[in-house]
């Protein structure tokens, strides 16, 4: 049974960094896209940034246009670990924060359970 475990949201003052983790169970997701969405209260979920496997342990990463230069995406422990360093928050960035992955097919979606970041201006 696949599993993510997201973990590192919490509360930050404008400016600051937090470090999210999301680690992935029960396959092997060498190959699989993950990426991060967010969603603040009242609007829908959006793309925040995503690693695509490339070859061997090379992983091409994209963001959205307001995080690029803040936030930094990576994969560790052979890719089954997908973090988000972020840094300059802002009020903005305030979300619950959803970790995702994708089989290489792209027929298959999992989801963790989200974790909660807050900066507080």
């Known amino acids: 049974q696949v599993q993510l475990v997201e973990s590192g949201g919490g509360l930050v003052q404008a400016g600051g960094s937090l470090r999210l983790s999301c680690a992935a169970s029960?396959?092997?997701?060498?190959?699989?896209?993950m990426g991060w969405f967010r969603q603040a209260p009242g609007a829908e979920r959006e793309f925040v940034a995503t690693?695509?496997?490339?070859?061997?342990?090379?992983?091409?990463?994209d963001y959205v246009d307001s995080v690029k230069g803040r936030f930094t995406i990576s994969r560790v422990n052979a890719g089954n670990t997908v973090s988000l360093q972020m840094n300059s928050l802002k009020p903005e960035d305030t979300a619950v924060y959803y970790c995702?992955?994708?089989?290489?097919?792209?027929?298959?979606?999992?989801w963790g359970q989200g974790t909660q970041v807050t900066v507080s201006s």
């Open positions: 029960g396959g092997t997701f060498t190959t699989y896209t």
């Open positions: 995702k992955a994708t089989n290489a097919m792209g027929t298959y979606d999992y």
């Open positions: 690693t695509r496997w490339v070859r061997n342990n090379v992983y091409y990463a």
